[in-house]
């Protein structure tokens, strides 16, 4: 049955689910409190880059089934279900800063005078949505006829449409019978009967969101670790890696060692997290979590220290390129990208850093140039990084490049060029965690 969603706010999350829930069969209206974006999404068009995205707005601006607003009064008594799909940003101390959900409560809510369901998307600490809850039904005119439930979202940038579309597993996390069967009713055409459905309580839905960031930043945070060892002794992590891999309890996903996790989700979400369990008491979890970040951190000041010790002990005045500059290909998002952190402490330490990225656009910036191609961030080059793994860098020519630079270094910070073209070409190649002879 087609049913009448709003989708509240617009950003990768929001734009990508209220695009896919059209595709779904839905009528949806999108709210945004920036009539630039909403300006943009209603010609069909996307704010941001993400694969697949555009050509969905486009087609269900044209169909009439998805348009955009910044007025809540268009969809308070026209929704049978509202999506919260807000950001939740780090806040003081690293708990998550609600500040945008309570605001979009705070204009929804006096305007319910129809029953309704509330599903969140967001990313939350545990126990944010019943509060949300109690918050709405005090100043909603309906008041208990609004009930809240949580369907969290897990798709990453750069497959945002793809995990929409096809999700692993879909979380209904609800406490009414009537909840949890609108939600089968929004998911039922497209999806469920071949993706697995978890139906829960809310708060379980909310944790396991935390849970998965928290699990992915793990497994990479153990495999860099294990690249320290390996470089210690002398050993290769990419192999390791694959070797563990194969154990299906393992798995090989999530193991690629080097500069670490970014972007705009695990770092915050993880963050959040472990400032949670301290308040709830569960030290033993925030333990674990600062030890998870404490290595990611580590990577980055290290690859930092790797090209000024290549650089001879001392970058002051000295040319590094850096390849990339968001925090992971496919995507122009450089929300907590290591690549920038590196670049900020090489120039701080007073390097003339150059960067090239194929989609990412850096808001001018004290420190370093941002330039248009490869060859023009290596051009008179003393060390070169390898940072955010773009498939066409793995396509560099190691020959010609070398005519442009000063000294023929590079550091992949990334794992994935192939070493022995570049060596064959006279390259020095470093990479953390694998032995110089692969
Ligand atoms: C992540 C989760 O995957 C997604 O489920 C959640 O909803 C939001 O957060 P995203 O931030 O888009 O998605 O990026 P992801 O593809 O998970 O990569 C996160 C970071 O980990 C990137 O910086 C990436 O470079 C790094 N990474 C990933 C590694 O360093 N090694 C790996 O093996 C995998």
């Not at 943009?40 to 009439?64: D, M, R, W």
């Not at 033993?284 to 990611?296: G, P, T, Y």
């Not at 023929?408 to 070493?419: E, M, N, V």
């Amino acid at each position: 049955m087609t049913l009448q969603i709003s989708v509240i706010g617009t950003n990768y999350l929001g734009a990508t689910h209220a695009a896919g829930m059209a595709e779904f069969g839905h009528d949806v209206i999108g709210v945004d409190i920036d009539p630039d974006r909403v300006k943009t999404l209603n010609s069909g068009q996307s704010h941001i880059f993400e694969v697949g995205l555009e050509p969905l707005l486009a087609k269900h601006t044209a169909t009439g089934r998805l348009r955009f607003t910044t007025d809540y009064a268009e969809i308070a008594d026209w929704a049978d279900v509202h999506f919260l799909a807000l950001g939740t940003p780090s806040g003081p101390g690293g708990a998550a800063d609600l500040s945008q959900l309570h605001s979009a409560i705070d204009s929804l809510a006096p305007l319910l005078t129809k029953p309704c369901l509330v599903v969140g998307k967001s990313t939350v600490p545990v126990g944010t949505a019943l509060a949300l809850e109690a918050r709405l039904r005090e100043k909603a005119p309906i008041g208990d006829g609004v009930e809240v439930a949580w369907n969290p979202e897990f798709l990453r940038e750069a497959y945002a449409v793809e995990d929409t579309l096809r999700p692993d597993r879909l979380v209904f996390g609800t406490h009414s019978k009537e909840a949890l069967a609108t939600l089968e009713e929004i998911y039922e055409i497209p999806i469920t009967d071949r993706t697995p459905v978890v139906r829960c309580d809310i708060a379980t839905a909310e944790l396991i969101k935390v849970a998965a960031n928290s699990f992915l930043a793990t497994k990479i945070s153990f495999i860099n670790a294990m690249a320290q060892m390996c470089q210690a002794a002398g050993g290769d992590v990419t192999l390791l890696a694959d070797a563990i891999g194969f154990d299906k309890r393992i798995g090989r996903e999530f193991l690629n060692a080097g500069l670490g996790f970014g972007g705009g989700c695990l770092p915050k979400d993880i963050a959040a997290l472990a400032v949670r369990a301290d308040e709830l008491g569960v030290g033993v979890l925030s333990e674990f979590i600062h030890a998870v970040e404490a290595i990611n951190d580590g990577q980055r000041l290290e690859l930092a220290e790797l090209a000024i010790d290549q650089a001879g002990g001392d970058v002051t005045g000295k040319r590094i390129a850096v390849l990339g500059a968001a925090f992971k290909p496919g995507t122009d998002d450089t929300r907590n990208s290591p690549a920038l952190t590196v670049a900020d402490h090489l120039h701080a330490r007073g390097a003339d850093v150059r960067i090239y990225d194929p989609q990412a656009r850096l808001a001018p910036r004290e420190g370093f140039t941002q330039v248009a191609s490869v060859e023009q961030a290596l051009l008179g080059a003393e060390v070169v990084l390898h940072l955010t793994e773009w498939p066409e860098f793995r396509q560099l020519n190691p020959e010609k490049l070398g005519e442009l630079v000063k000294s023929k270094i590079i550091i992949d910070g990334r794992l994935k060029l192939h070493a022995p073209s570049w060596r064959n070409a006279g390259w020095k190649l470093v990479q953390i965690g694998r032995a110089s002879t692969i």
